[in-house]
């Protein structure tokens, strides 16, 4: 459809009356049968200037610019429906129609409250029966009335209260001669006794909760939900209950418990909302039970917690009594009842912030949604952009989805923008205040709410409530019973005490994880109160020496899985010890502390993160530089190196190398060879490259550290590769391979793996590659290693790349580039870009292809890496020999040939000097080439068994047809045989000076 509906529009929906059971009973039938209703259905909407946007099962949304094009199409399918029953199968079906505000966001509708009533006021429809809302009617009546040649009417069937416990609706039903007219009571609230209170405010999102707790109450009659102050429990439960009602003959009540002090009034407080008088010599519990015992009934017994013991007596009472009576209770702990049923109440679906996002697809969260409608409550002007959404998302996230704290800060929208709420949180007790006057005190302000519950615990569980808000992102049992202890708790009851706050919904137990946490309001809560007390810094110092001593044991095991999975759940306490070690200047801590991240930083790629945090351990004047500070500037220089701040590197590493050389320790001298080994590799130096690894070789042999050793000869494997022996790098990688295997360093397998697999695709063994690169990127993603996980996929796009696979190749590469682009892996960045430029020529895309080139070319040299360097001079002088730029085609080649003589990439000079090849062709340079292709046969596909990615081999193909063309089989044997006893030094003088 060309135009699709949108601002205000109109929505028609529609649903088949137990389709579930026509299915059974005409199994044969039903399938045409349907398929003939849904093309009368889309004719009929398509004719009347319609868009069906959505069909769920048998139902079909659709959406109109006008209402009269609605009602129209309503009416016309209905009577279509109504000639066509054949034997005894019959399909009724019922409809919606309501108009509101609704944007078309490319895949769907956005403006939820006018989807869920258009729902809703088709759910309030009988069978055969076409209901429209009063929105909808004010549109289209006149239209309508003033059309005397149309049959259609409508009949004012007053206010109903929707399921959705709004506020009640006018609705009209459709009249027209053709089709039934007289109908039994809507499916309204009203059709049912019940007191559910008229909300202001629409229900938002909990769709699959409110399954779930549909399908409990049908297996019990006492269902609890629990959950922490704010959660919904109130607003979720009458909602089932506006859902069920039908179900029950006498209807739904809800009995408010919040504002009664004393249990002993319980019976009399359920008793009045019936209307029942005290009677002589009569309990007010007899009187109830006599009143509710063959009553069809469920009750929704509201904020039980204050009043635990006496709703758990009079509930098991009332249901061993009552057999037609359910009963749903809230409260933060479970009634403790037989046949009790609980259910945990979540928070809203938040996004996480971490994660790039968009207004459109922040709108598919609950917590988002529900702020937004809060917020258009009180601002009608507030909308949702691409400047505010990260804010957006933080609240709602830092908010933890709470229902009534997201309320709360929606409501600041009034007088702040979503920037400065965001900006406020951290003191969120202050900006969360001033809900509705007509809420419930608690509910009026974010600390009331909380003190509800602090106040109703005993003074050891307030007391440990407090202290566990030092934890930061959860904690273990262990922590807790170590951190938390002392005189007034012991050790061993803090277990108990655990327990118990989690029975009363202040703490959440993860059972996958087997780890508790607290809501970041809960938490904020017991901090405040820790500072009344005066025990953070006893509490942090025993937190951070317990995450110190943590770090640094897990540190050991970095490369398995285990050890990574603990600590990407601790990097929360870990991280805010580390903030305490520098606020308070525990230097020898905090270096420590930095120290054992170091590896978990560079896996999870947060180089930007782990350099601000080594800036912040390392002492401006240090008093002495010793082992363990020499051993920090190392891992801050390796973290300047991937940043692709080379000078900076160098300088920090060479130091650390001085440092250790000075006070005599190997064990810092090997990891400050081997990380400035690194460096000079990255920049193309391999001959310096493999010094340093060498002399770290000895130090490790001499130790006996086999690790250590697996991963210096790892990095030797790199060098030789590079150079094109791969003879040699094989062998390397396989003895490291083994030892690694051998200590299930699963990190180090997937290196090793990756390293064999670049040179299966270089000798053309696709497949063999393929095997080895999957494998490598299963145990980076399993270990969450972002840096690997990018370097492995772009490995992929090679050997796809190589096969001619172009399209794949390119996803390959794309997803390889946003992986490092969010790890700021600058040298990954760099390959990327100039693979990309690859495809993109093999494309035709000459224009992007060069931009990719030009962007590598900038950041290689800004690393000073002369490999990449070199790679991007290439890619660019292949444009300039597309474009028949000759001159400045031959410029690129001779300085990327230039640059891998110096690093000694013996291999990319092969392909430098095969595209010079091409360009001496054009010249009429036959004896040059002939030359080079001996040159290349001898050097590489004979020794190093190289295969040149499908576009060079037809290139190389097509040259030396050329060749034959051009030179007789005597003369083209001559210069072949010459080239194959050339040096490198010789073919580059060759190839540049002809």
Known sequence: MNNIPSGIVTFLFTDIEGSTKLFQEFPDTYPDALLRHNAILQNAVESNNGFVFKTVGDAFCCAFQNAEDAVKSAVDAQIKLKSEKRDDLEIKVRFGINSGKSEWNGTDYMGYLTLARSARVMSAANSEQII????????????????????????????????????????????????????????????????????????????????????????????????????????????VAGDVIDEFANGVWIIELASLSEGSLLPLAIAKEFGLKEELNRSPEETLLEYLKDKDMLIILDNCEHLIEKCAELTESLLCNCTGLKIIATSRESLRCLGEQTHRVSSLEFPDPREKTTPEKLSQYEAIRLFIERALAVNSAFRVNNNNAPALAEICYQLDGIPLAIELAAARTKILNVEKIHERLNDRFRLLTGGKRTALPRQQTLTALIDWSYDLLSDEEKILWNRLSIFSGGWKMEAAEEICSDGMISENDVMDIINSLTEKSIIIYNEDKTRFTMLETMRQYGEEKNKEKNEIKKLSDKHLQYYLKLAESLNKMIRELDSLQILDNEVGNIEKSLNWAVENNYTEDGLKLALAMGKFWQLRGYLSDGIHRFESVIPGNPETKDSLYSKVICQLGNFARLKGDFDRARKLLEASLQISRDIKDNTSIKDALVRLGILEYDQGRYAEAAKLYEESLIINREAGDKLRIAIVLNNLGNVYSNQGEYSKAVNHYEESLATRREHGDLLGIAICLNNLGIIAYEQGEYEKSTNLLQESLQLRIQMGDREGTAITLMNLGNTSYNQGEYLKALGLYKESLEISRETENKSCIADCLYYLGNVLIEQKDLVQASKFYTESLVISREMKAKSQIAVALFGLGKIAFMKKEFEDAKKYYSESADLNIQSGNKKDFALTVLRFAELQIKCGIYESVAKSFGFINNKYFEISKIKFPLSERIIYDDLISNLKENLNPEEFSKYFQEGEKMTIDEVYQLIVNS
């Open 132 to 239: 429209v809302s009063n929105s909808a009617y004010e549109l289209c009546c006149d239209i309508f009335n003033s059309a005397k040649e149309n049959d259609v009417t409508f009949r004012d069937l007053g206010e109903r209260r929707l399921k959705d416990l709004i506020q009640p609706m006018k609705l009209y039903q459709v009249l027209v001669p053709d089709i039934p007219s007289e109908f039994p009571p809507l499916n309204t609230l009203d059709a049912r006794p019940n007191n559910l209170p008229v909300q202001l405010t629409s229900f938002i999102g909990r769709s699959e909760e409110i399954i779930r707790i549909k399908e409990l109450l049908n297996q019990t009659r006492l269902l609890t939900l629990t959950g922490s102050g704010g959660s919904g429990k109130t607003r979720l439960a009458m909602q």
